[in-house]
């Protein structure tokens, strides 16, 4: 269990190499279904393994010029139909790492990444022209660099470690129009985030009753360095201090896993976390009549006990069944790979209110915001605990191999929620009467099909599904459900030599017309071809 990152957070996981020298390339395009140009792929990994070090060093790069809905889509003002207007995105990135195996068990690497995006926002297809969000990102970059390290201290016992530093840089870019040229009305703005993090962890290992039994104790660290600050155009230029939000947070976490059988893991484990907020700022913007001040908000540290238990019924060396039981601090993750339920209290959700803006423009307020400045009540949403909830349901996931050259697979889950939360907080703006959560389909499937057909040619059609699932437009109290959907695709791979293959396939054959969020539609019928070159 572990805090989450401002900016976003990267687990990355790279591949190992187990030759003297290793390559592999690939590149691609991906087609409309018309077809036409979509955009391209390309990357390069080379490396290479000695008994006693390895390193790799790999670059990648995707462009997507655009991408063409459903022909069944319906036109509105906003989104003619055809080519997604403001669909473009483009992303490279860079991936080194170094490691030393100076024996059999011990392992010490250090590894840099790093990511370099552009993308537009798409324009919601239901929202009128005056309220789009004219967004584009013109940068969105992480860069991580961090170090492992597995020590072996004999007789079943390791030490492990990681340290780390990450860093975002983004920059939202807010326009009059959807044409994308001009910054000259009250909705244009350029805002900046910088943010960075860094800490690591210590995990130490051992066996309290032989191999039977698997002790673990760790610390875990992390700081978290927000900075912020915006450029407004009207009524005048003006850029805002920068406003940091500094904070670290903590954990000391033990685990103990008991074979009580060759086939059967009982796990039991527990964490006690705290969090020291050192910084919190906002700027409020001037206005032709009041002047820009700086808010220091009220620090709030926390803490938290956490617990988790688990039965775990491995049946097969590759077949496992999961009982868990767990009281967290934060949102519990749902991806369990059993039946599954779960108590939420102070459940966060996506809230539309009525927000005291206190940078309007519009003449007449109606309203007083922060620092007791008189504002505009404007629609928006914001991250609330709502409440109490109640989830279960289940996954179930199969491989199988039924001949030689058949494989076969399956996933889905079923997700029950109790939308009715019982102990919303009085602090907060009251949630709207036909208040819903949203995102979480009831039921989710994803099957495929692989057919050796031919030495060296595979055919895998596979198709996904999902029910209904509510959504919200974002800043109203409209909530509305996106339907459901069946997408059938297709892909075929075929081995040229014993070094190159080339792959080609559609997704969404059927040119299925669907949405996770009402307003933005997802891309029709696609396809592509892959070329991979290796050693």
Not at 123 to 145: E, F, G, K, V
Not at 273 to 282: G, N, P, Q, V, Y
Not at 331 to 337: A, D, G
Not at 437 to 450: D, H, K
Request: proline letters at 4%; charged letters at 15%; aromatic letters at 14%.
């Amino acid at each position: 269990m572990k805090s989450g990152a401002l900016g976003g957070a990267l687990n990355l996981v790279t591949r190992k190499p187990t030759e003297a020298f290793e390559y592999e390339a690939r590149s691609g395009v991906a087609l409309a279904g018309q077809p036409g140009y979509n955009g391209y792929n390309a990357s390069l990994l080379v490396g290479g393994a000695t008994q006693r070090y390895y390193w790799l060093a790999s670059g990648t790069q995707t462009r997507t010029d655009k991408w063409e809905l459903s022909e069944d889509f319906t036109p509105t003002p906003s989104e003619n139909g055809g080519v997604r207007d403001h669909s473009e995105s483009g992303n490279w990135g860079v991936n080194l790492k170094f490691g030393v195996t100076p024996n059999a068990t011990d392992e010490y690497s250090l590894s840099y990444s790093g990511i370099w995006g552009e993308k537009n926002a798409t324009l919601s297809t239901i929202d009128t022209i005056a309220s789009q969000r004219n967004w584009r990102w013109p940068y969105w970059n992480l860069q991580s660099l961090y170090f492992l390290s597995n020590t072996s201290l004999g007789g079943g016992a390791y030490v492990q470690t990681k340290a780390y530093y990450n860093q975002f840089k983004n920059l939202l870019v807010s326009f009059d129009d959807a044409n994308f040229n001009t910054q000259r009305t009250a909705r244009s703005f350029n805002s900046y985030y910088d943010d960075n993090a860094y800490g690591g962890s210590i995990e130490l290992g051992t066996g309290l009753l032989g191999e039977r039994d698997l002790i673990k104790g760790a610390f875990f660290y992390r700081r978290d360095v927000h900075r912020e600050w915006q450029t407004v155009f009207t009524p005048r230029l003006f850029t805002e201090p920068v406003q940091p939000s500094i904070e670290d947070t903590f954990s000391i976490a033990c685990e103990n896993r008991f074979h009580v059988t060759n086939q059967i893991d009982l796990v039991a484990g527990a964490s006690y976390d705290w969090r020291k907020l050192h910084t919190a700022i906002e700027y409020i913007d001037p206005t032709a009549t009041v002047p820009g001040s700086v808010v220091v908000f009220p620090l709030a540290d926390g803490d938290a006990i956490n617990g988790q238990g688990a039965l775990i019924y491995n049946y097969s060396g590759s077949g496992h069944l999961y009982a868990n039981i767990s009281s967290r601090a934060r949102f519990p993750t749902l991806f369990e790979r059993a039946a599954f339920y779960s108590d939420v209290r102070n459940f966060i959700e996506n809230v539309p209110i009525l927000f005291c803006d206190t940078t309007s423009t519009v003449a007449t307020k109606n309203c007083v915001g922060i620092g007791d400045l008189p504002g505009v009540n404007t629609a928006v949403t914001q991250t609330q605990n709502v409440g109490s909830g109640h989830f279960y349901g289940f996954e179930l996931s199969a491989d199988a191999r039924p001949f030689d050259d058949l494989q076969l697979g399956i996933r889905y889950t079923y997700t029950y929620i109790n939308r009715k939360l019982d102990a919303q907080d009085p602090a907060n703006p009251p949630l709207p009467n036909n208040f819903h959560l949203t995102g979480v389909p009831q039921n989710q499937i994803f099957a495929y099909a692989t057919w050796d057909a031919l030495p060296g040619l595979s055919l895998t059609p596979s198709i996904q599904a999902a029910t209904r699932r509510w959504s919200n437009t974002m800043g109203t109290n409209v909530y509305s459900e996106t339907g459901s959907y069946f997408m059938v695709n297709f892909t075929a791979s075929y081995a040229l030599t014993g070094t190159i293959d080339v792959e080609a396939g559609g997704r969404n054959l059927f040119d299925e017309n669907y949405q996770f969020v009402n307003g933005f539609p997802q891309e029709g019928r696609s396809v592509f071809v892959n070329f991979r070159m290796r050693n």
